[in-house]
């Protein structure tokens, strides 16, 4: 196995921390953690995110292994997408820090007030 260390200038894992600390990916990865989702619902779910942003964030999920795309054989045609399982072994991570997102940012907001 390879060590990484994203302290170096060319690590890799650097590209991979970009790619999972994206807001819109962390909010769809906790939005397919519960359960696949077809796409207009995913977009419902998720609030404020344009038709070109949940595109752009399920491919780029989708070619670095953490989202899988089903089409559907309904009418009209529709597509299912789902966490692949090293999507899913982001669930407890990236729930965590949504949560302490939803839990602190008050603080956050009250500190950036009181800030000169």
């Given amino acids: 196995m390879v060590a990484y260390d994203v302290f170096l200038t060319d690590c890799p894992a650097r590209t991979t921390l970009d790619l999972i600390s994206d807001t819109w990916s962390v909010v769809v990865i906790v939005a397919l953690g519960r359960g696949p989702a077809r796409?207009?619902?995913?977009?419902?779910?998720?609030?404020?995110?344009?038709?070109?942003?949940?595109?752009?964030?399920?491919?780029?999920?989708?070619?670095?292994?953490?989202?899988e795309r089903r089409a559907l054989r309904t009418a009209p045609p529709g597509t299912e997408y789902s966490l692949t399982d090293l999507g899913r072994s982001l669930l407890i991570p990236v729930t965590a820090l949504t949560r302490w997102a939803e839990d602190n940012t008050g603080a956050l907001l009250d500190a950036r007030e009181a800030a000169p």
Avoid at 41 to 64: A, F, P, W, Y
């Fill in 39 to 67: 796409y207009s619902d995913l977009r419902d779910k998720v609030g404020g995110i344009s038709n070109k942003m949940l595109t752009q964030t399920l491919r780029r999920l989708g070619e670095n292994g953490l989202v």
